[in-house]
């Protein structure tokens, strides 16, 4: 059997991704070393990002199991270090594509990453489960996505996530950690315990800023923002800083509910925003027999979608009625939403519909580079 070589090992460790940033080791300059010994034992020297990597452990697995996989090799041995100031800052320049400062790469002309505030008009409609569960279910059909949960007072996406690790920071980068392959960042990994966020209309706007420019994101497909019921500081700062972002309502039934959920959409006005659809949630409960039994009514999500049609003077939608599902609330808990844990239910059927429809719309061109300039 021949010796394996620095070349076939390092071909190998090409398909080791770091787990937070999803590329390639190699293209991070993360393999410091190739060393081959008597035997064909193979050493190789990793440089981690920061010292307290939380996915060392990960890491040092997946390159043990590239290296044993290479012809003639008999054992593999991986040593740990830490990249120091230059690496890192070469690192976080490569990272963003070159600048050396953080910007917000979802405005750049060349961007095709789809974004979606996910709003309602008040709280305990179910915006958060139904925003994790298109994030999971968008991630289940191969698609880049993350999620933001700017909901910086009421923050639950980590817990609906199920997100346990914190992000790690490379300096005054971020990498958020990842569950169900979605890129997930919250104020929640911030603060200790289950502390109150007690902050005005200019911390918030830097809070959302910094998530959307100190945080690698990557080359995603799509980006999903919880926002905070309302129409407050949060939605005006997603308007400002993400232009291009489009709106989905989230409502239930209620008459009340309705009312608020109309006002939230049409805010649209004012930013200048496009609202994509309506979705009901809780519509129905189905029981025993198969019969569906309408708790709050019926209807609201049409009436509250032909309303904003005529304010905004477009046609809005209604993308998707949501039914009652125990099953769907259980899985927020759990931190597997439904999507996932109970893929055939009739609130995850629902909801990957939605999801595919979200992510299979034609895009135009407003905003985008044609690649064309005048002679």
């Known amino acids: 059997m021949s010796l394996p070589t620095v070349e076939t090992v390092t071909a190998a460790l090409d398909t ?26 193979v050493t190789v020297n990793v440089l981690l990002t920061t010292e307290g990597c939380p996915l060392k452990t990960t890491i040092t697995r997946d390159v043990e199991n590239a290296v044993k996989s290479v012809e003639g090799v008999t054992a593999a041995i991986v040593n740990l270090g830490v990249m120091n100031k230059e690496q890192r800052e070469a690192l976080r320049t490569q990272l963003r594509g070159g600048q050396a400062e953080p910007e917000i790469p979802f405005t750049k002309p060349e961007s095709l990453t789809r974004i979606y505030a996910i709003a ?12 994790a569960n298109l994030a999971a279910a968008m991630a289940a059909d191969g698609l880049r996505v993350g999620v933001i949960d700017a909901d910086v007072y009421g923050f639950s996406i980590p817990r ?6 914190p992000p790690t920071r490379v300096d005054d980068m971020i990498l958020p950690p990842v569950a169900h392959d979605v890129k997930v960042i ?18 918030l706007h830097r809070a959302l800023q910094q998530f959307l420019a100190d945080v690698f994101w990557g080359d995603l497909d799509v980006l999903l923002l919880d926002l905070p019921p309302g129409t407050g500081d949060i939605a005006i700062s997603t308007a400002q800083l993400l232009p291009n972002a489009e709106i989905v309502v989230i409502m239930t039934l209620q008459v ?7 006002r939230a959409g049409s805010i649209a006005v004012q930013t200048q925003q496009r609202i994509v659809g309506v979705i009901e949630n809780m519509s129905w409960l189905t029981q025993p027999d198969g019969t569906k039994l309408e708790l709050f009514g019926a209807g609201g999500g049409e009436t509250v979608a032909e309303r904003l049609s005529e304010t905004l003077g477009s046609k ?16 927020s808990d ?38 064309i300039s005048p002679l």
């Open 16 to 41: 080791v991704l770091d787990p937070e940033i999803r590329k390639p080791i190699t293209d991070l300059n993360m393999v410091d070393s190739v060393e081959i010994g008597d035997g064909g034992s």
């Open 186 to 203: 919250s104020i929640g990994m911030f603060v200790p315990g289950n502390q109150a966020v007690v902050w005005r209309g200019p911390m």
């Open 316 to 331: 809005v939608d209604v993308l998707g009625q949501i039914p009652l599902d125990v099953a769907a609330g259980a899985g």
């Open 256 to 262: 009340a509910a309705a009312d608020v959920a109309e």
């Open 120 to 131: 309602s008009g008040k709280g305990g409609v179910g915006k958060s489960t139904v925003t």
């Open 334 to 371: 759990a931190g597997t939403p439904v999507v996932l844990s109970d893929p055939d239910s009739p609130a995850a059927s629902v909801i990957r519909d939605v999801a595919r429809h979200l992510t299979q719309r034609s895009r135009g061109l407003a905003g985008r580079s044609l690649g």
């Open 160 to 165: 609906m996530m199920g997100v346990e690790l």
